[in-house]
């Protein structure tokens, strides 16, 4: 089925151990973006890529590196995880930069640093 | 900046209760208003859609009307189901800002009961 697809779907991390988020769309959509779910946080940003080649940061990037490795994937790096990473992340994207007929996402990557 | 604000949840209704989740924006421009759903333990999924004022979203029952006068987008569904126990989002995107992403609200956590 056509959409984006995350890996790994669960991580258990060791603080300061290193880790790629891997996602990929195959819908030839142009923009991409990583996000984390946190309880009672809502959505929040951590970078986005408008279109190949370009990356952005957006709301949270401390802590966190992407590379647009091609139009279809758009990775999450954590260089030296911490326990303040645990979360969900949520890769997402979209046929226009920002996003003006909505988002396909992901189902998610379920992070626990310990 | 452009802002999202929705009600806060919980909320939990009886089945077939009347639904209104409470969703307001602040932009400046013509913002793209969106409704996603979370069902537990997946992404975000698209539920409706509206791109001017007046316009109405609707989808599996549930309805938005965009209202340029009261920057509103509220969220309703005549009848709800158990199956509707999810967390709403409401979300703009302001293409007048250029390449900005999605602005989310924090999500509304609706418990349906039999």
């Known amino acids: 089925n056509a959409g984006v697809t995350q890996t790994p779907k669960f991580q258990v991390l060791k603080t300061g151990q290193s880790m790629t988020l891997q996602c990929a769309q195959d819908?030839?959509?142009?923009?991409m973006y990583w996000y984390r779910q946190d309880p009672g946080m809502g959505l929040r940003l951590i970078y986005y890529s408008a279109s190949e080649g370009t990356t952005d940061k957006g709301e949270v990037p401390n802590g966190y590196n992407v590379s647009r490795l091609n139009k279809r994937e758009f990775s999450l790096r954590l260089e030296s995880a911490a326990p303040s990473q645990t979360s969900v992340y949520f890769c997402?994207?979209?046929?226009?930069?920002?996003?003006?007929?909505?988002?396909?996402f992901g189902s998610g990557t379920r992070l626990t640093v310990v | 900046g452009d802002s999202v604000t929705q009600m806060e949840g919980p909320v939990t209704l009886s089945e077939e209760a009347f639904l209104t989740i409470n969703c307001t924006y602040t932009?400046?421009?013509?913002?793209?208003l969106f409704w996603y759903v979370q069902y537990p333990g997946e992404g975000l999924q698209l539920l409706l859609k509206a791109t001017k004022a007046d316009d109405k979203g609707s989808n599996k029952g549930f309805e938005a009307t965009y209202r340029k006068e009261t920057t509103s987008f509220h969220l309703e569904k005549g009848s709800v189901q158990v199956s509707d126990s999810a967390v709403y989002f409401c979300?703009?995107?302001?293409?007048?800002?250029?390449?900005?992403?999605?602005?989310f609200g924090k999500g509304t956590r609706l418990s349906v009961i039999a």
């Open positions: 979300a703009l995107s302001d293409l007048s800002g250029g390449n900005t992403p999605l602005v």
């Open positions: 932009a400046t421009g013509y913002p793209s």
């Open positions: 819908m030839n959509h142009n923009s």
């Open positions: 997402a994207s979209s046929e226009v930069p920002g996003g003006g007929y909505g988002y396909t």
